[in-house]
């Protein structure tokens, strides 16, 4: 989980909490909340304050898996960091993120949906 990852990672680090919150420019109650999972939902500028200080990456945050982990696969390009870098900046939350997936989805299905249909009519 998210609380383990980030108190394991801060402690191998040498951070007391109070360091880690004022070294990244995060509340310290709210980094303690999260690392005891009283608080699950951290936004997207937070985690990206706490991976820079802690000197890891998001993806490692969110899922425990690094791409140092996995070198043969590139979790995220170049560009692909640029993006959520930039989102992040302009204040989409994980939140905003996953609404924004599930209309992607929705509009694929919505899309598909008119595909079958234009086929079964020109079958007819």
């Known amino acids: 989980m998210l609380g383990e990852r980030l108190?394991?990672?801060r402690k191998r680090k040498g951070y007391s909490l109070s360091e880690l919150s004022e070294l990244a420019g995060v509340s310290k109650s709210y980094l303690s909340y999260l690392e005891r999972n009283i608080q699950?939902?951290?936004?997207?500028?937070?985690?990206?304050?706490?991976?820079?200080?802690?000197?890891?990456?998001?993806?490692?945050?969110l899922n425990g898996v690094s791409e140092d982990?996995?070198?043969d696969v590139?979790?995220?390009?170049?560009e692909w960091k640029r993006l959520v870098q930039r989102a992040i900046?302009?204040?989409m939350s994980k939140e905003d993120f996953v609404h924004f997936k599930e209309y992607m989805e929705f509009q694929k299905?919505?899309?598909?949906?008119k595909?079958?249909?234009?086929?079964?009519?020109e079958e007819a």
């Open 40 to 61: 699950t939902n951290p936004s997207l500028q937070f985690l990206n304050k706490i991976a820079v200080t802690l000197e890891t990456d998001l993806e490692f945050l």
């Open 109 to 113: 299905w919505q899309g598909a949906k």
């Open 69 to 71: 982990d996995m070198p």
């Open 7 to 9: 108190k394991s990672l």
């Open 74 to 78: 590139q979790v995220l390009d170049e």
């Open 89 to 91: 900046l302009e204040g």
């Open 115 to 121: 595909t079958s249909s234009k086929k079964e009519d």
